[in-house]
């Protein structure tokens, strides 16, 4: 599986849009991006993940750039409880482990 | 998608003894994992249980130390043996949802359970 590089952290006002970029510039051609989150003491959460088109669902947004080696995952109007750490995954579709990286921990602050 | 419920939520055991983690879905799964995530740190997959067959156990990991159950396809259980407090971590299991297939999501949308806390003393 292609590796995934985050920020350590980020910071985000509440009601604001929490923009979390990813690196992945060796993904190949069938890989997918997800993106999980975890909030503390919970297990992991899926939010999204897509192959080369941009995604949105209830949750966030994924866009992910035309030569594939990025990604940027934007929760539209972050709130406190938007406070997690952001894991991005790179990985086939069907059958496959997750890899986690170390993620970016998002502070949501009022 | 999947309800996942670990037992126990938390245990503090001695060195050198066993823990049975169990691990329940509400709904026929294919695929089953367990992860480690040691303090601080991110998530580690330890295993893939695959109904009917040996687990699948990633690099670092092996049988003898976290053996495997799957009976069907709704249940698994991980044994932490011989314990030290290195092994004080938390232990999760997940499932792939084929019922996301259908939606058209797929078997790495993964579904976790609360985890099981383990401080080995």
């Known amino acids: 599986d292609a590796k995934t590089t985050q920020p350590t952290s980020m910071d985000c006002a509440e009601g604001r849009a929490a923009n979390l970029p990813c690196n992945h510039s060796t993904i190949s051609g069938n890989e997918y991006v997800y993106w999980y989150r975890q909030i503390h003491s919970q297990g992991p959460q899926y939010i999204i993940h897509g192959l080369k088109n941009n995604e949105t669902n209830e949750m966030a947004s994924l866009i992910i750039t035309e030569d594939r080696k990025s990604s940027t995952l934007i929760l539209p109007h972050a709130t406190l409880r938007d406070t997690a750490v952001y894991y991005c995954i790179v990985s086939v579709e069907y059958g496959n482990k997750l890899v986690f990286g170390a993620g970016t921990i998002l502070r949501v602050k009022s | 998608s999947a309800v996942i419920s670990q037992k126990p939520s938390r245990d503090i055991c001695q060195r050198g003894t066993s823990l049975t983690i169990q691990c329940q879905v509400d709904s026929q799964v294919t695929m089953m994992f367990w992860y480690r995530q040691q303090p601080g740190q991110s998530l580690t997959l330890i295993a893939t249980?695959?109904?009917?067959?040996?687990?699948?156990?990633e690099s670092g990991f092996v049988i003898d130390k976290f053996p495997i159950s799957r009976p069907n396809l709704t249940f698994s259980t991980l044994t932490v043996s011989n314990m030290s407090p290195e092994d004080s971590s938390i232990y999760l299991c997940?499932?792939?949802?084929?019922?996301?297939?259908?939606?058209?999501?797929?078997?790495?949308?993964?579904?976790f359970g609360p985890g099981t806390r383990l401080t080995v003393l």
């Open positions: 249980a695959n109904q009917g067959s040996e687990a699948t156990y």
């Open positions: 997940s499932v792939g949802d084929p019922s996301g297939l259908a939606e058209g999501g797929s078997y790495n949308e993964q579904f």
